[in-house]
């Protein structure tokens, strides 16, 4: 029976921490990834483009209540994007 380097027993944990892979993805996955990442990037830039100036004016008059509820909104938006991105990739990924 050999022994086992460090190395090689701390890959075989790092192996069973990890979840499995799967398959490789495809040219077109990656493309159609790349592609997902470029939309939801332009739609978080976008919603930052609209409120941004509104927190910027409710800012500047005082409101801090505005302010709040403008910011807590941008927040939301944009975790709702990165959610749809993520499940959007995960279909793409899984091949669906």
Known sequence: MAIKSAYDLA???????L??????LTRV???KLAE???IYTAKT???????????AVAR???DAEAVQKLEETLR????RLRSKLEAEK???RLGK
């Open 45 to 55: 830039a976008e919603e930052e483009l609209t409120l941004k100036p509104k927190i």
């Open 19 to 24: 979840p499995p892979t799967g398959r490789k």
């Open 60 to 62: 500047a008059k005082g």
């Open 36 to 38: 997902l990442d470029s």
């Open 76 to 79: 939301t938006q944009i975790q």
């Open 90 to 92: 995960e279909a793409v």
């Open 11 to 17: 890959m075989e944990k790092l192996k069973a921490k």
């Open 29 to 31: 996955q990656k493309a």
